[in-house]
């Protein structure tokens, strides 16, 4: 393996004092492959739809430590028809866990904040207090890639379901390196973006559940939260979301829609 370069992109408009975030890119790259990257993501944050940026932030750093290699959390979608629905689909999915009730009324509240957060929060999984050390800004998994080959076969195994875009596939990528941090319990997500209303649970127990209506149209209101075990060490955590360098060489598989009962059924077996 060459040298290896984490490539961070983030594309932003200022409206008054406050800077709006309109689209970000990530990932791990050999030191050969900056150009096209570099152009790559260049391109994605000046055709966005949320519109033009008038700040775009492309950060190249050289990764001294030997990147982790994981497998990416297996993917499945919820079948699922209503946002009551889906919050009874959350609340099932995040009990099977051992997340509790009061944690997750804590979470629902943090994720349909209006203001969302740029960051994650992250929650006492039993008590649902926040323990992330800095509430705006919260936690920012970063430093994530796919190796070559995993990134094409996990582009293939998500056409074929139908779900192969940009949104889902870095989601997925995020999720399996939070997922693999064992003091991580859970994490649940809902995009910030209005106009996206798919979100997710994600869990070394159950993969990468996809949530449709997990939101109605329209709402700016989104965010994740990490579920921290008991003993969870705070710093260390943050340092291993935000510093450390994972990359996902594996891929695990990709199910179509199904039921509550078939995802969690399944580990029951
Ligand atoms: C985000 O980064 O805005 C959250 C994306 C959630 C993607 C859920 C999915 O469609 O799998």
Redesign the pocket.
Known sequence: MGKMLSIRMRASRQRGAEEVHISGAEGIYEEGELDRIAGKYLRRATSHPKGEPDRIVLTVERIRERPRLISSLP?ATLRCSSTEEAEGHIRALLRELGISDRAAVSAFRVVRAQAAMRGACLMDAATGKRMEPDRKRGVRASRIGTGREAGRLLSSRLSHRG?C?D??R???I?ASKVAFWKPVEAEL?????SD?T???VASRRFG?I?IPHIKGKGSHA?GRVFFLGPGADIQKTVAYLENAPVVIGRVSGCRGECSLHEIIGDHHR
Request: with cysteine.
């Open positions: 993917v779900i875009t949104t889902v870095e989601a997925i995020l997500c809902i995009s910030d973006d996206y798919t979100g997710y990468y996809r989104g």
